[in-house]
């Protein structure tokens, strides 16, 4: 006579095994679209380097009538005037609620265009009397494509690494004070994630990747690029015949510059008339008479621009290249994953800086207005795709990594507009007194388990 006890565990494997209503098929669509504005004459681009040229790029994805769509753009931010104003017209078009959208930007310091200067995107709201910015119909016409060239896919999700980021709060050698230069001993995420699209029969689609590295090499160079991440972009798409789209989006880089600067530097030295060498040079003694205009501007050598464009190119040929090893690695593909989606955000305790110091000093401070957080998932099948709408610290990532029920989970920041919190250190980084900590509107203490906990919540609640 059978058991109680195996009867039950009989039991419960029929439940387990039962079948259920097949799902329906995943479709994806993806497309490009050339945001490049006009040359400037003063320096005007060699036309051999793939990040020379801007882009927005867009991945639409429908499952079991549920639409989601993934969204990068190379600029330095979207604002969140932007991202409501394309937003709102996307989801209408494509009946997807708002919280199924990741717009993010690849955060390049050198995707303007002629005589802008680089900084945040602004906090304002659009002038309801004035056309939007061309940024928001070109958000909006990329993804009408990629909706248009829906068709059946599976998706695939894996992991690489990439050895060219690196920590950059260090301490000076010399000065013995904050700074930002390589720390190669501080924590660095080398992680690479990839999701990758294919038809049915194998065919590429399109790659959403992340990779966590500021593209600050052309910054304040007087070039237009895309710096690394369209280089990457480019490469991968040119290796498949241009018959995939791949979209780049920031992981938690908001500490992590690349290794290798030296050429970045040279070319800041050249504006400013500063010595060029072939040694590593302190960056933020060039970069400062730029930053703070105590210097004219001069063209860029073209030695020195034609060696910088070979830096960013390699950076970017080297990071897909990592893509397309783990793209050919991945074999276990979804055919019907379910889609869900859901934000919340995340408030914490505000300060309000009464000092100027750059770096290298503790910060004085006063309390500010709190600071709200954006948080959002998206759930694509036993995939986390989670975001967060600031520069974060590495190690936050990390922590989140590592507590997800989900071991497909990974993060994209600055995206869906930026909040007001400035860079975000983890807890252990707010002793530094290196300029992103300094300038960081929030109070120690909070940011790092609101973050991890708020995105923890929604990754439980999409197993439910």
Request: aromatic share 4%; proline share 8%.
């Amino acid at each position: 006579m059978m058991s109680r006890s195996l009867l039950l565990s009989a039991a419960a494997l029929a439940l387990t095994f039962s079948p259920t209503a097949p799902a329906a098929a995943l479709r994806a669509g993806a497309a490009r679209l050339d945001i490049t504005p006009p040359s400037d004459p003063a320096n005007p681009p060699s036309g051999k380097f793939a990040h020379e040229r801007l882009y927005v790029r867009a991945i639409v994805l429908e499952s079991g009538g549920t639409r989601a769509v993934l969204i990068g753009a190379d600029q330095s931010g979207l604002s969140a005037a932007v991202v409501a104003a394309a937003a709102k017209t996307i989801a209408a078009e494509l009946n997807c609620p708002s919280a199924n959208i990741v717009m993010s930007a690849t955060h390049s310091h050198s995707a303007w265009g002629p005589g802008a200067r680089p900084g945040p995107p602004s906090a304002a709201p659009l002038d309801p009397n004035q056309p939007p910015p061309p940024i928001v119909g070109q958000l909006i016409q990329v993804v009408r494509q990629a909706n248009a060239n829906l068709q059946p896919a599976r998706a695939g999700f894996g992991t690489g690494l990439s050895y060219l980021n690196v920590n950059r709060d260090s301490i000076d050698p010399q000065t013995h004070l904050w700074t930002q230069a390589p720390n190669l001993n501080a924590p660095s995420d080398k992680t690479v994630a990839v999701l990758k699209f294919e038809t049915p029969a194998g065919d590429p689609i399109a790659v959403y990747m992340t990779y966590a590295m500021h593209p600050v090499n052309g910054y304040l160079s007087g070039l237009t690029s895309a710096d690394f991440p369209g280089a990457a972009s480019r490469h991968i798409e040119q290796a498949y015949d241009d018959k995939i789209v791949a979209v780049f989006a920031q992981s938690a880089s908001g500490d992590q510059n690349p290794l290798y600067l030296r050429a970045a530097t040279n070319a800041m030295a050249s504006r400013s008339g500063a010595k060029i060498t072939g040694n590593v040079l302190t960056r933020e003694t060039i970069e400062a008479p730029l930053r703070d205009g105590k210097v004219s501007e001069r063209p860029l050598a073209p030695k020195v621009a034609e060696t910088l464009e070979r830096v960013m190119e390699s950076e970017g040929v080297l990071l897909a290249e990592e893509v397309i090893r783990v793209m050919s690695n991945i074999t276990r593909t979804e055919s019907a994953p379910r889609i869900a989606a859901a934000t919340t955000t995340v408030t914490c305790p505000g300060r309000r800086r009464t000092d100027t110091v750059r770096e290298g000093a503790p910060g004085t401070y006063v309390d500010g207005d709190p600071v709200n957080i954006g948080l959002g998932l998206i759930r694509i099948g036993n995939v986390a795709l989670t975001w967060v709408n600031a520069e974060i610290y590495s190690a936050i990532a990390q922590r989140l990594k590592q507590q997800s029920p989900l071991a497909n989970t990974f993060m994209v920041t600055i995206a869906n507009g930026r909040a007001n919190s400035g860079y975000i250190p983890d807890d252990a980084s707010f002793g530094a007194n290196s300029f992103q900590v300094l300038s960081s509107r929030l109070k120690p203490g909070c940011a790092e388990t609101a973050i991890v906990g708020g995105l923890l919540d929604l990754i439980h609640a999409s197993n439910q």
